[in-house]
């Protein structure tokens, strides 16, 4: 009965390759986000996404891209990966789009080589 | 821009120490403040929150918090520490109409020692 759950935990990789991280959440929101949290620990929002449609867009490279192809998924695709993409990355969903309590997901850690 | 700093970047106690924490934000509007927990190789997990009303809040594992407006402060305290509570810890902030998006501190390292 996990709430927000992300494949996969662990993601080793060499630089130029293009990497999928998936997320569900079975609370039955509707709005899910991705932070990253990089080697010094410092969390910083993405995206996110309501019910389906893209809400934040932070500064990002485009090489990342999110997918919500329902409003229980919020899938994150990076392409040409680069060694600075190494980090820890963190799904979370809220009931809405509001300032709701965000709900986390147990990471995914990305290893760039 | 909104921003949130955390004071202290490691701390040290003994078990049964007294803790506090610090958090300030800059935002003259309303906000709603959150303190997270990461133990060791783990997600977030909320200790606390506030959304309004009473400013001191009551959050697990004996863990509280208070809001102080006109200081922009919301610094977390527990009267006794436990090894157990060796983790890092988030300051966040949540900005009305800002679609939900959580603003971090850049975290505290609590280690306390047996």
């Known amino acids: 009965d996990t709430a927000v759950s992300q494949t996969p935990k662990y993601l080793v990789t060499q630089m130029g390759n293009d990497k999928s991280i998936k997320c569900e959440q079975n609370?039955?929101?509707?709005?899910m986000y991705w932070y990253k949290q990089d080697s010094k620990k410092f969390l910083k929002i993405m995206f996110s996404y309501n019910n389906k449609e893209l809400i934040i867009n932070e500064t990002v490279p485009n090489r990342f891209s999110p997918k919500s192809p329902d409003k229980a998924h919020l899938n994150l695709h990076i392409n040409s990966l680069e060694l600075g993409d190494s980090a820890v990355y963190f799904c979370?969903?809220?009931?809405?789009?509001?300032?709701?309590?965000?709900?986390f997901g147990p990471g995914t850690r990305l290893t760039v080589t | 821009a909104q921003s949130v700093s955390q004071h202290n970047h490691h701390v040290i106690l003994s078990e049964a120490a007294s803790l506090e924490l610090g958090c300030n934000y800059s935002y003259g509007g309303t906000v709603n403040l959150f303190w997270y927990v990461q133990y060791p190789g783990q997600h977030l997990q909320l200790l606390l929150k506030y959304f309004s009303g009473d400013p001191l809040v009551k959050g697990i594992k004996g863990f509280e918090a208070e809001f102080i407006k006109s200081k922009f402060s919301f610094n977390l305290r527990k009267p006794s520490v436990q090894w157990s509570d060796t983790a890092e810890y988030f300051c966040a902030v949540n900005v009305w109409n800002q679609g939900g998006k959580l603003i971090f501190g850049q975290g505290t390292e609590l280690s306390v020692k047996p």
């Open positions: 979370a969903s809220s009931q809405d789009g509001a300032s709701r309590q965000q709900y």
């Open positions: 609370l039955g929101h509707d709005t």
